[in-house]
């Protein structure tokens, strides 16, 4: 539907919402690539395959080594997300674009470049639970879980951590956890976690109550784990930066870089 310049602006002039009993929706199909295919990319570039047969690969960390985690997650198990028949719809438009196609690998692949055009692939962590942001602090390792923030004692050079986790706090999840993911970033000098969670809903369906401390970045103290809202009405924030001349932090909301 076209706009106009008067749904813009301190007092817009909204239009009305169409309705109809089936939503109109158009979801690619998930295809694999074969073994030869490849983006396309700008002209003077070429694009090579670094690794393959992952599963389901949702965020990238390089460490100062120039080894490179990958944090291969689905959704975790969330019993009251969409209910019903909406709740069928949700899960039949899903696996068409791809998700649930495959158990979830809940782990971290760690990659090395052992020469020019050969890639190592080691099980850095497993048995997590839907694990994306990721962080690395001194000789501390940080994973966000879908429900909490893990820290594990790291060494350059690791190519897996054996050693117990331990919980530095838990982030709101639930049965419902809509928003899933958990960015992560640390602070230019270490004092500090931030962690993006995303809303339990679109449009607060699921009741204010479910929305506590959600569509947030949370600011977290790396020692004991305590932790203030630091900014909200972000929906579902993932990806974190720091700006490196203002030192101003941007987070990628979703549908936009705020």
Do not use: C
């Not at 199909?29 to 670094?50: L, R």
């Amino acid at each position: 539907m076209p706009t106009t310049n008067a749904e813009y602006g301190p007092s817009p002039e909204l239009v009305a919402p169409t309705k109809s009993i089936l939503p109109t929706i158009r979801v690619a199909k998930a295809k694999g690539w074969n073994d030869d295919a490849k983006p396309q990319s700008a002209e003077g570039t070429t694009v090579t395959a670094y690794a393959r047969k992952l599963q389901h690969p949702r965020w990238l960390y390089v460490l100062p080594n120039g080894d490179v985690l990958v944090a291969e997650s689905e959704a975790p198990a969330k019993p009251d997300d969409s209910k019903g028949v909406s709740g069928k719809v949700h899960k039949l438009v899903m696996k068409r674009a791809g998700s649930a196609a495959h158990p979830n690998a809940n782990r971290i692949t760690l990659l090395r470049e052992s020469k020019p055009g050969s890639v190592e692939m080691h099980v850095f962590l497993q048995d997590l639970n839907s694990p994306i942001g990721m962080a690395l602090v001194g000789n501390t390792f940080y994973v966000a879980n879908s429900d909490a923030v893990l820290s594990f004692p790291y060494r350059s050079g690791d190519t897996e951590l054996r050693s117990e986790a331990t919980q530095l706090t838990a982030l709101p999840a639930g049965t419902i956890n809509h928003h899933w993911t958990k960015s992560l970033l640390a602070s230019p000098d270490g004092r500090h976690l931030y962690v993006g969670v995303g809303s339990n809903s679109n449009a607060a369906e699921n009741g204010l109550d479910k929305e506590e401390n959600r569509a947030a970045i949370l600011e977290m103290d790396r020692e004991s784990g305590k932790w203030r809202v630091f900014a909200s009405g972000l929906r579902n924030p993932n990806g974190m930066g720091w700006e490196p001349e203002t030192g101003v932090l941007w987070i990628g909301r979703g549908n936009r870089l705020q």
